[in-house]
């Protein structure tokens, strides 16, 4: 009955539409525009009632859904954060001395080892003030070694064997530190490593303190996270023991696991996060880089052999539809206790069920369905 009277109301509001496409159209004759009308009238009083006809005998709709039956495995509830490669040694190179770059013989790439002189700024002033402070120093040392002797016969006062002592320590000291000038004008690499960029030209006028090379040791690479303080405690008790990896995007879908290093002892006020630090093991060998973009998985918890659904079955929250008896759809309330962003756990003893997961939202408690693809009842 409902469903006839569904139907008139449809061909009233058809009517009303008719009716207003006539008054709108002007420009087409009034003949032309009646026969259309009537035409599309008796053509939807038709199908009006085939639809009453065949829904007034005795075939029951089947509610179309897709099943699926409960997987198998194991399922990690975790925590992605996204990072970037770095490395545990990270060195600038810079002059200490000013002058012309003569030389700078490296290029991004290039392996250097440690005490290897990388770049030299001219030492021509500095050797010049070398030997200044050197003739300096040694004059003041003489001075001071004969008013020494004549001090201990009492020759000379103390004030003098005091101003000539002094002069000789001063002229010591700037001689050395000429001498060290001098040693600055070669620039070496303090530890093993890649030439990760270049920044000086050769022949170029640097200054102490300007940028020449970057190096990086490839055989430390690390990860640093900022975590949300939310997971402190968690992490506290659980870092060093909880299984972490890395995805970089660049390098396909491969993953690879992370050795933990520390865990800082304070969270950040201005962004209310803590930072843990990994090691990449072998990082160089699978073509990791610093600098590269990467996600980082930490595995918070994780059940093995155990039975779970897509998220995507769940209906109204924890309603759980399933086909029983007949192929009628019946549902339960679940409330899942462990779950990640796209499964959820449920007991084995559903193991054997058949869930419905797209369908469920337009059928009834009792309904038949038919099921279109996914699992069917043996």
Known sequence: MYLRLYAKSIIIGLKAVVSMILNKIKKIPPLKLGIFAGLTLLFLLVLVSVILRNNSGDDEFLAPVITIKPVYGNLEKT??????????????LVPRVAGTLVMLDVKAGDEVEVDQIIAQVDSAPYDLTFLQARSQYMTARSTYDRIGQLYSSQGVSRQNYDEARMASEVARAQFEMAQLNLDYTNIRSPMNATVLMRHGTQGALVGAGTPLVTLGDLGDLRINAAIPEIHYRFFADNWERMPV???????????????????APYVSPENRSFIVEYEIPD???????????????????????????PFKTLASGNRLWYVAEEGKAQYMELNPEFFNNEFFQIPSLYENMIFILEGQHFINQGQRVNILSGDTPQ
């Open 79 to 92: 925590l992605r954060i996204t990072s970037q490669v770095e490395t545990g040694r990270l060195i600038t």
């Open 245 to 263: 990896r890395i995805n970089a995007p660049a390098l396909g879908e491969a993953s690879y696991d992370l050795q933990p290093l520390s865990l």
């Open 283 to 309: 990082g160089v060998q699978y073509g990791l880089r610093p600098g590269m973009f990467v996600n980082v998985i930490f595995t918070l918890e994780k059940r093995e052999r155990i039975f779970f659904l």
